[in-house]
Nanobody, 124 residues
Framework: QVQLVESGGGLVQAGDSLKLSCEAT????????MAWFRQVPGKEREFLAG????????FYAESVKGRFTISRDNRKNTADLQMNILEPEDTAVYYC?????????????????WGQGTQVTVSY
């Protein structure tokens, strides 16, 4: 089992930056792909970024490529999402997710473990 806890959400203005953190407890963190998703009411959960077990490869949704950066620290069991040049359209609940192993998946069904989510609100 893996437990994930996100932190770092909040209210910011358009153009600001924000860094989300995900702390994992449980087994085999260093063997799992980690990812960040977001969701707004009435819509499906949207993939944003993923990072494979070693941290050497990352993959992003086109909508955030160049603005968001995912990273991980396997010594600390953390996976972070640095978000720059935030826009009001980025307002959502952001979720950290862990796969059962190594994956390049972009679908929520590729990930078995989820945090409780953290709200990000970007004002005009």
């Amino acid at each position: 089992q893996v437990q994930l806890v996100e932190s770092g959400g909040g209210l910011v203005q358009a153009g600001d930056s924000l860094k989300l953190s995900c702390e994992a407890t449980g087994r085999r963190f260093a063997e799992r792909t980690m990812a960040w998703f977001r969701q707004v009411p009435g819509k499906e959960r949207e993939f944003l970024a993923g990072i494979i077990w070693s941290g050497e490869r990352t993959f992003y949704a086109e909508s955030v490529k160049g603005r968001f950066t995912i990273s991980r620290d396997n010594r600390k069991n953390t996976a972070d999402l640095q978000m720059n040049i935030l826009e009001p359209e980025d307002t959502a609940v952001y979720y950290c997710a862990a796969a059962t192993g190594d994956t390049w998946g972009r679908d929520q069904w590729d990930y078995s473990y989820w945090g409780q989510g953290t709200q990000v609100t970007v004002s005009y």
